[in-house]
């Protein structure tokens, strides 16, 4: 939630700044500001709105400064609004601008205006800028007067800090919330994600849970949470500068959905070895580890979640191992009882969502060892984890996420299979497993294929109002996966429900105005789903059935057929999101929305 970027440098930053706040809209798009401190005085300007918002005032009144920041904004506190955009500031000395949420900002904010400041935003972030400037102000310089205000602060936050009395310099703080920063020469930057600084850095530093930065032009310290100087490693981005950028493609989104039989192959294909998965894969001490699982905990959100739901499948029918998966926000709010031997494996496309991340501290010393499977190298995730295995989707900009969804998939039917070894799973069905997983990219492309029909089919959908996803076995997970993107970026109401469940309650729904879409794949469910379907067809309900046999689902009147490729079935859970990804943007599309940043979401969930 929301973007950082901060820059000091012998050159103008502004371009710096704007170009960065353009590569982190994903995070936030409500609002977006700038200060530049200019050699003498600190300079701001701010828009509601997108960053072309304030793109376009800087057009008619250039910044110009050799040292600044600037954010991108999802409203928390207060409407996205001018006054409530960031950077936020305390008089004319000093701008802050701060993702998280301060958990205890209305106590300090009272007590701040008792000691006379007057607030002009409604946002939890001014109070950090008058608790900075009233340190300042009793005598502190800038460094301690953050250090001292981080240690008043409750909840999750990353800040940076720029004070006209202090030229060039910049400071930072990172407290359960991303930042990083990129290591120039002649110049340094922070950012809440490397994306926005690749144009003028490939080399960055991963600050940790409670660190505090100073940086200049040329040089930069940094103060664990106990205040002693650290060394941070700084490690070198691993994809093209092309990663980021949209191409022949008009969104992200379908930029994405075109490039998963290569980031599938990316996710398995390093890992295998004589048609078998390496262990090393994730990590050196995963042999030992996974020797002593008795049991899995899958913790996720949102997409991550649907995955982890098509794992338990896996993880209890193919390897006979006992799996629970809960959503990160209610398994970290409830007493738990954690087996002896737990594994557990947290998912993450971001690797910073702020609940699994929670829920993976509060579990630490009770659980047999940590996995993440994880997008991000150098998160939270991955360096608070024990094992990890990266997903290799490289860089997800649109907001509804898709690659990444399918390379999770990839990740946990390896983890499966690893762990599988010491249960139920014999050396000969993991090599047919391992064969049928190289096939995965090429069907991939022939789904792909389906295009032009979908965005025919998705021409029923643009004037409805709710929609039904159906799907049995590990198709359920897809059909709630197909469901979510549906709502999230076309926003029609979609709900998915196990086909067996109709009768339950949810064919009360359906009539004309409901058109149901289900996943029908060739196996030993497939009679079981027909006769779910008549039962919508005969309520009037329309159908738009994606079937892996259409010698079995026949097209007729309200019935639309379009057949999938033939598959082994261990891999129709990945296969089968392909279709309903390109109907959920092909419907967006028709209405007219914004398909790469729907409203109220933002990509990296880093708040409560």
Known sequence: MCGIVGATAERSVSGILLEGLRRLEYRGYDSAGMAVWDGDLIHRLRRAGKVQALADALDGQPLTGSAGIAHTRWATHGKPTEDNAHPHMSGTSLAVVHNG?????????????ISGYRFSSETDTEVIAHLLDRAIKGGADHLSAVKDAVASLDGAFALGVIHKDKPGELIAARQGSPLVIGVGIGENFIASDQLALLPVTDRFMFLEEGDIAHLTRDD????NIKGDIVEREITQYEH???ATEKGKFKHYMMKEIYEQPTVTL???????????VNERAFGEQASAVFDQVKQIQIIACGTSYHAGLIAKYWMEGLAG????????????YRPVVIQEGTLFISISQSGETADTLAALRDVKDQILASLTICNVPGSSLVRESDLCLMTNAGPEIGVASTKAFTTQLVCLLLTTLVIGRRFKITEVVERQIVESIMLLPGLIEE???MDSDIELMSQAFAEKQHSLFLGRGTLYPVAMEGALKLKEISYIHAEAYPAGELKHGPLALVDKDMPVVTVAPRNDMLDKLK???????????????????TQKVQPGEGIHVLGMPDMPEILEPIVYTIPLQLLSYHVAVLKGTDVDQPRNLAKSVTVE
């Open 531 to 549: 006769a779910n379907l008549q039962e919508v067809s005969a309520r009037g309900g329309e159908l738009f059935v994606f079937a892996g046999c």
């Open 447 to 449: 789904s792909l294929q």
């Open 321 to 332: 191992i006992p799996c629970h998966v809960e959503v990160a926000s209610e398994y970290r």
């Open 240 to 242: 093209a500068t092309s």
């Open 101 to 113: 949420i301060i958990e205890n900002f209305e106590e300090l904010k009272s007590e701040l205006m």
């Open 266 to 276: 990316a996710a398995f294909q390093d890992r295998i070895q004589g048609a078998l």
């Open 220 to 223: 930069i310290t940094v103060w």
